[in-house]
């Protein structure tokens, strides 16, 4: 058996070393650059050791045929001709205006069937709505194998479950949910993952509730997130410490212990949108879905206004002010900067005329330049600042004195509330 791992990002990386421990793995990623730091044993992502992604990586097909397990990474589809299971993990993101975009699913669709072969199976694990393997994943496939689905070749669906900069919930200690095509493909898969799992499988009647099941995931948390930044003004307002309403409420048993903060990255900040797109195309319109999104969304513009007005009570003039941001990724821990909603606050306090200096020591200066236009930095300043906002809070940032940021008056925001002392908080 030999697997082919479509994307090699903060998913792909480590389901690809994991099934490399005991499976001959191909994987394929279109970023040259990526797959060169790969090849040298260095994930920039930070999801896997060197010492562990050097274990199993080798450098030549030749070598990967040799031997029983290992990895291989390539850009070169032709190299994916040798494989009989095909694991898509690419990226599933919203355009400008909230929509589904499906564009790095069909193209990773169009590059498996390029070289799909009677008896193949195409796992997917990108998350979507209920439905989009069938109705646009597996014709895709078809028209650019020439084969029949589900005679010729056959398809599951697998939702990731990876949490970026966890290292203790890694992907083999999370359980997975399982599904396919027919129920003997579906067992068949099953038993795939259940081989390198360590936390078990489960395997779901079809390919539609795996789809739904991992969609409202994200869309479940990102409604309790919503509730309780709702909360965080409502608290606000009443000059009540939200954290301290949540430590006491959390002493029920049955307290779902939620906290207030930035909703971004490239899963609860996007999912909902997908599930809600397929609600309406079927004649729903989902209140509490979009109500959630909306609020969570509204967030960065709400903390950058919450900092002029300390700003303003701490008589520091705002127009001219100069403000440090310490984090820019999406959480902490992690070098991932996609859909950061940081950036909303950081706009949001340019446009007041304040000048704004990002410093985060994971976040890539050249990738926030690309996405984002924005100029961070990897080192501490050493200028002093009219405000200091911990926006994440990275280890690097729990010890650092805080003091040695701040001018005269200066105040300190702290959003998701892991200081001791600041001025102000979420």
């Not at 490399?20 to 793995?25: E, H, I, L, P, W």
Request: hydrophobic share 40%; charged share 20%.
């Amino acid at each position: 058996m030999t697997i082919a791992i479509i994307g090699l990002g903060y998913v792909g990386l480590p389901l690809a070393r994991l099934f490399a421990t005991k499976y001959k793995v191909i994987g394929f990623d279109i970023n040259s650059a990526r797959v060169s730091e790969l090849q040298q044993g260095t994930d920039s992502t930070l999801e896997i050791d060197q010492a562990t992604l050097k274990a199993v990586v080798v450098t030549s097909p030749d070598q990967l045929n040799q031997k029983d397990q290992g990895l291989y990474c390539t850009t070169d589809q032709a190299h994916l001709a040798s494989a009989t299971h095909y694991i898509i993990t690419v990226p599933t993101p919203v355009d400008k205006n909230n929509r589904p975009d499906l564009t790095p699913l069909v193209k990773a669709s169009e590059t498996v069937g390029r070289v799909l072969k009677k008896g193949d199976i195409v796992v997917y694990e990108s998350t979507v709505y209920p439905g989009a393997t069938e109705e646009v994943c597996i014709p895709v496939l078809e028209a650019t194998s020439g084969l029949k689905f589900n005679t010729d070749f056959f398809a599951g669906y697998s939702p990731e479950r990876i949490n970026p900069g966890d290292k203790e919930h890694t992907v083999d200690k999370i359980l997975k949910v399982t599904s396919g095509s027919t129920p003997d493909v579906g067992q068949q898969i099953d038993k795939l993952y259940s081989s390198v799992i360590t936390a078990g499988t489960h395997l779901a009647p079809c390919i539609k509730v795996a789809e739904a099941a991992k969609v409202i995931e994200n869309a479940q948390r990102d409604i309790n997130i919503a509730f309780v930044n709702e909360l965080a003004k409502i608290f606000n307002r009443l000059d009540i410490n939200t954290n301290d309403v949540l430590e006491a409420a959390a002493t029920k048993w049955n307290f779902l212990p939620f906290k207030p903060g930035l909703v971004g990255g490239h899963c609860i900040g996007v999912d909902p949108y997908y599930l809600a797109q397929k609600a309406q195309e079927v004649g729903y319109h989902p209140e509490i879905i979009l109500a959630g999104r909306r609020l969570n969304d509204s967030m960065g513009e709400y903390v950058s206004s919450q900092i002029v007005k300390l700003m303003l009570n701490n008589d520091v003039k705002v127009k001219g002010a100069n403000i440090v941001v310490l984090g820019f990724t999406f959480k902490e821990n992690c070098p991932d900067v996609r859909n950061t909603k940081v950036v909303d606050v950081v706009r949001s306090l340019q446009s007041y005329g304040i000048t704004v200096t990002i410093y985060d020591p994971l976040a890539s200066p050249e990738q926030v330049q690309h996405e984002y236009q924005l100029t961070t930095t990897q080192h501490k300043p050493t200028a002093v600042f009219d405000a200091v906002v911990v926006a994440v809070p990275h280890k690097q940032f729990l010890d650092l004195d805080l003091q040695t940021l701040k001018a005269p008056k200066a105040i300190v925001y702290d959003v998701k509330g892991v200081l001791k002392h600041a001025d102000g908080r979420l």
